[in-house]
């Protein structure tokens, strides 16, 4: 069969391939010229099977071309690079149209434009990039160093030209985090799993999209060819199956819209003025976008927008969210510390961070915050907007006889604006257009799980391995062994009136229990309070978020996993998950243990499975929730205490005021661990 490539074919594709890498290397060192020599044989050993003809390894000859290019501009040929970046880009237009592939080529060819001074030219295709893929529901995933140059541009210029805002603000939407690209593919198949009509319509959908790729590529492929009766028929054929399968897609698009589970799972974008039309007159959306050791921010406002870079790099925020982090919670020789909080760094992030508008921001009532990097596992509003109270603060850390946790004065963020958190943008605008629960019951609370000591009991196959089977990544039984106490369940509950509340806890609340419960869509609020387990038991195993439960019968695992909870049916206007780091990194030397970046990895898990299971808003901890001067218990209670009506944000800051005037509970330990993620 001459359509298959035999052995030594195939060997022959290997050899060029290794070639090229070893090219890839050599540049890297430094060595230009034998950089180039090594990707010129490794692209014409490839073209040489079967003469070129094999379509197969059209993407390896485009990464190859690429390298050659990046290799002949650091040679100084500067003329050579920019004809094999065309040659790069073109090679794939014409096989793979509309694809990551070409979108990545092209942004490959955009950031060598930037370094050659032609700017205009760059930002030209750096937005057809991005037109393309957002027409698409693409992101540029794994594209954020060839993306970097595109971003400093548009802040550049975003001072005269309200177009470079506006262009910034979808092409930041595309810039998925490795953790949410992870969390969606784990999500999606779990979709594609299910025999529901959602998993029905989502299969629909991908079968669409795979035969709309092939019938661009085909037409790509026939556009090339001379013109003749026969060609222009096949041509015509295939833009009437274009059409017809476009048609089909917008079709399922908008009947799975309706579905949450879909609304997590897939790409999208908002346009700057669609997003304005949706925030109120005394709202803001702040966004955050880390792009390299590049830091940006914009605020929207309803009539009004504004984008900076900001005065701190990627690498120096990690830095100081994890000196600030360590004097909230931190654990040492096996205890949890508090420490007086670190205001001055506080104070002086905000201002590196903000800096354009740190005026502005402590006077917006309502605040949607969307963190990324470091901000990820940092509350903003424990960010200090002004020196007030600040000297004082810090004579009473050099007086013995003063109370070092007084914090009274300090002019926190949260202390007149009530944030909330978004996970993107299309999430918050999803969250607010949501209708409100029709679910007949208050509250139904969840937690204190049976204490396990030993041996752990007969494991299920899902949650307790961390998502994998090798026995390695079994969590210790430890886990198990300090539940959360269910008195603030209780309290929530009694605010609501008994006869209006459900608990599950003890030994009643295992996984199994609440993954069969046919009842958890008749529920409002639905309140855990139990421990999250954010990262992974060891480096080598995936990061799989989790829920601590007690552990029921043969299938149970003691764990409700992210995918178990994004499976789960529900319809609450509230979920409130009073847990260890539901939010926030687990730990800063348990989450590098890891492997991972920090709490995105709860808020991509934990928080977007509630939210496609069908809760509007989520309310995380970002670190262990307070016991001391029950914080906990009065902070939640007090949530529940307020009068009907209030907004949850409301609900929240009025609650969290109380705890801040209060000289015992006035360190952001107490008061600043929960943020409401979703529409506040």
């Given at each position: 069969d001459?359509?298959r490539l035999?052995?030594?074919?195939?060997?022959?594709?290997?050899?060029?391939?290794a070639?090229?890498?070893?090219?890839t290397?050599?540049?890297?060192?430094?060595?230009?010229?034998?950089?180039?020599?090594?990707?010129?044989?490794?692209?014409?050993?490839?073209?040489?099977?079967?003469?070129?003809?094999v379509?197969?390894?059209?993407?390896?000859?485009?990464q190859?071309?690429?390298?050659?290019?990046?290799?002949e501009?650091a040679?100084?040929?500067?003329a050579?690079?920019d004809?094999?970046f065309?040659?790069?880009?073109?090679?794939?237009?014409?096989?793979?149209p509309?694809?990551?592939?070409?979108?990545?080529a092209?942004?490959r060819?955009?950031a060598?434009?930037?370094?050659?001074?032609?700017?205009?030219?760059a930002?030209?295709i750096?937005r057809?990039?991005?037109?393309?893929?957002?027409?698409?529901?693409?992101?540029?995933?794994?594209?954020?160093?060839?993306?970097?140059?595109?971003y400093?541009?548009?802040?550049?210029?975003?001072?005269?030209d309200?177009k470079?805002?506006e262009?910034?603000?979808?092409a930041?939407?595309?810039?998925?985090?490795?953790?949410?690209a992870?969390t969606?593919?784990?999500?999606?198949?779990?979709l594609?799993?299910?025999?529901?009509?959602?998993?029905?319509?989502?299969?629909?959908?991908?079968?669409?999209?795979r035969?709309?790729?092939?019938?661009?590529?085909?037409?790509a492929?026939?556009?090339?060819l001379?013109?003749?009766?026969?060609?222009?028929?096949?041509?015509?054929?295939?833009?009437?199956?274009l059409?017809?399968?476009?048609?089909?897609?917008?079709?399922?698009?908008?009947?799975?819209?309706a579905f949450p589970?879909?609304?997590v799972?897939?790409s999208?974008?908002?346009?700057?003025?669609?997003?304005q039309?949706?925030l109120r007159?005394?709202?803001a959306?702040?966004?955050?976008?880390?792009v390299g050791d590049?830091?940006?921010?914009m605020?929207?406002?309803?009539?009004?927008?504004q984008?900076?870079?900001?005065d701190i790099?990627?690498?120096?925020?990690?830095?100081?969210?994890d000196?600030?982090?360590?004097?909230?919670s931190?654990?040492?020789?096996?205890r949890?510390?508090t420490?007086?909080?670190?205001?001055?760094?506080?104070?002086k992030?905000?201002?590196?961070l903000f800096?354009?508008v740190?005026?502005?921001?402590?006077?917006?009532a309502?605040?949607?915050f969307?963190?990324?990097?470091?901000?990820?596992?940092?509350p903003?509003n424990?960010?200090?907007?002004?020196?007030?109270?600040l000297?004082?603060y810090?004579?009473?850390?050099?007086d013995?006889?003063?109370?070092p946790?007084?914090?009274?004065?300090?002019?926190?963020?949260?202390r007149?604006?009530?944030?909330?958190?978004?996970?993107?943008?299309?999430?918050f605008?999803?969250?607010?257009?949501?209708?409100?629960?029709?679910?007949?019951?208050?509250?139904f609370?969840?937690g204190e799980?049976?204490?396990?000591?030993?041996?752990?009991?007969?494991?299920?196959?899902r949650?307790?391995?961390?998502g994998?089977?090798?026995?390695?990544?079994?969590?210790?039984?430890?886990?198990w062994a300090?539940?959360?106490?269910?008195?603030?369940?209780v309290?929530?509950?009694?605010?609501?009136?008994r006869e209006?509340?459900?608990?599950?806890?003890?030994?009643?609340?295992?996984?199994?229990?609440v993954?069969n419960?046919?009842?958890?869509?008749?529920?409002r609020?639905i309140?855990?309070?139990?421990?999250?387990?954010?990262?992974a038991p060891?480096?080598?195993?995936?990061a799989?978020?989790?829920?601590?439960t007690?552990?029921?019968?043969?299938?149970?695992?003691g764990?409700l996993t992210?995918?178990?909870?994004?499976d789960?049916?529900?319809?609450a206007d509230?979920?409130?998950?009073s847990?260890c780091d539901?939010?926030g990194?687990a730990?800063?030397?348990?989450?590098r243990?890891?492997g991972?970046?920090?709490?995105?990895n709860a808020?991509?898990?934990?928080?977007?499975?509630f939210?496609?299971?069908?809760?509007r808003?989520?309310?995380?901890?970002?670190?262990?929730?307070p016991?001391?001067?029950?914080?906990?218990?009065?902070?939640?209670?007090?949530?529940?205490?307020?009068?009907q009506g209030?907004s949850?944000?409301?609900?929240?800051?009025?609650?969290?005021l109380?705890l801040?005037?209060?000289q015992q509970?006035s360190?952001?330990?107490?008061?600043a661990?929960?943020a409401?993620?979703?529409?506040?």
């Amino acid at each position: 069969d001459r359509e298959r490539l035999s052995p030594l074919e195939r060997a022959q594709i290997i050899d060029a391939q290794a070639t090229h890498l070893l090219g890839t290397v050599e540049r890297l060192r430094g060595n230009a010229q034998a950089s180039k020599t090594a990707q010129l044989k490794g692209l014409t050993d490839a073209i040489a099977v079967r003469e070129g003809r094999v379509t197969s390894i059209i993407r390896l000859r485009s990464q190859m071309l690429g390298e050659l290019a990046l290799a002949e501009e650091a040679s100084g040929d500067k003329a050579a690079a920019d004809a094999r970046f065309r040659e790069s880009v073109n090679l794939l237009a014409v096989e793979y149209p509309e694809t990551n592939a070409l979108a990545s080529a092209r942004a490959r060819y955009a950031a060598f434009l930037t370094r050659e001074g032609q700017d205009d030219k760059a930002i030209g295709i750096y937005r057809e990039v991005v037109t393309a893929l957002a027409s698409t529901q693409r992101s540029t995933a794994g594209m954020a160093n060839m993306m970097a140059p595109y971003y400093r541009l548009l802040a550049a210029r975003s001072a005269t030209d309200p177009k470079a805002i506006e262009d910034f603000f979808v092409a930041s939407q595309l810039q998925i985090r490795p953790g949410v690209a992870d969390t969606q593919a784990v999500l999606a198949r779990e979709l594609s799993s299910g025999s529901n009509d959602g998993a029905r319509l989502f299969r629909q959908a991908t079968t669409l999209n795979r035969d709309l790729e092939r019938a661009r590529i085909e037409d790509a492929r026939l556009s090339q060819l001379p013109e003749s009766p026969e060609i222009n028929a096949l041509r015509a054929d295939i833009k009437a199956q274009l059409e017809n399968l476009s048609f089909q897609q917008a079709e399922t698009v908008v009947a799975l819209s309706a579905f949450p589970q879909y609304r997590v799972v897939a790409s999208g974008k908002l346009d700057l003025a669609e997003l304005q039309q949706v925030l109120r007159p005394d709202e803001a959306y702040l966004k955050m976008l880390v792009v390299g050791d590049g830091v940006y921010a914009m605020l929207v406002e309803q009539g009004a927008a504004q984008l900076w870079k900001s005065d701190i790099s990627a690498s120096a925020l990690d830095t100081v969210v994890d000196t600030i982090r360590s004097t909230i919670s931190t654990v040492e020789n096996g205890r949890r510390v508090t420490y007086p909080f670190d205001a001055a760094t506080s104070y002086k992030l905000y201002g590196q961070l903000f800096g354009p508008v740190a005026a502005r921001l402590p006077t917006i009532a309502h605040l949607i915050f969307e963190p990324d990097g470091a901000m990820l596992r940092l509350p903003i509003n424990l960010l200090v907007t002004a020196d007030t109270g600040l000297a004082a603060y810090e004579q009473r850390l050099l007086d013995p006889d003063a109370d070092p946790f007084d914090m009274r004065q300090i002019a926190w963020l949260g202390r007149t604006s009530r944030p909330s958190t978004a996970v993107s943008t299309l999430g918050f605008r999803n969250a607010r257009q949501a209708a409100p629960s029709k679910a007949a019951n208050q509250y139904f609370g969840l937690g204190e799980n049976l204490p396990v000591s030993g041996r752990l009991p007969s494991l299920g196959t899902r949650g307790a391995a961390a998502g994998g089977i090798d026995g390695d990544c079994l969590w210790d039984v430890a886990q198990w062994a300090r539940p959360i106490s269910a008195d603030e369940l209780v309290t929530a509950r009694n605010a609501m009136g008994r006869e209006a509340g459900t608990l599950l806890t003890g030994g009643a609340f295992t996984d199994t229990a609440v993954k069969n419960r046919a009842d958890l869509g008749d529920y409002r609020i639905i309140h855990f309070a139990t421990h999250g387990l954010v990262t992974a038991p060891r480096p080598a195993c995936p990061a799989r978020p989790a829920l601590v439960t007690s552990f029921g019968g043969q299938d149970s695992d003691g764990l409700l996993t992210f995918q178990e909870i994004f499976d789960l049916k529900i319809d609450a206007d509230l979920v409130i998950l009073s847990a260890c780091d539901t939010a926030g990194a687990a730990s800063v030397a348990a989450t590098r243990e890891a492997g991972l970046s920090g709490g995105g990895n709860a808020l991509d898990g934990l928080v977007r499975s509630f939210i496609g299971a069908g809760g509007r808003s989520v309310i995380a901890s970002h670190w262990p929730a307070p016991d001391d001067f029950d914080a906990t218990k009065r902070l939640i209670g007090g949530l529940f205490a307020a009068n009907q009506g209030t907004s949850v944000a409301d609900a929240l800051w009025g609650t969290q005021l109380r705890l801040m005037d209060d000289q015992q509970t006035s360190h952001p330990y107490y008061w600043a661990g929960f943020a409401i993620i979703g529409d506040g």
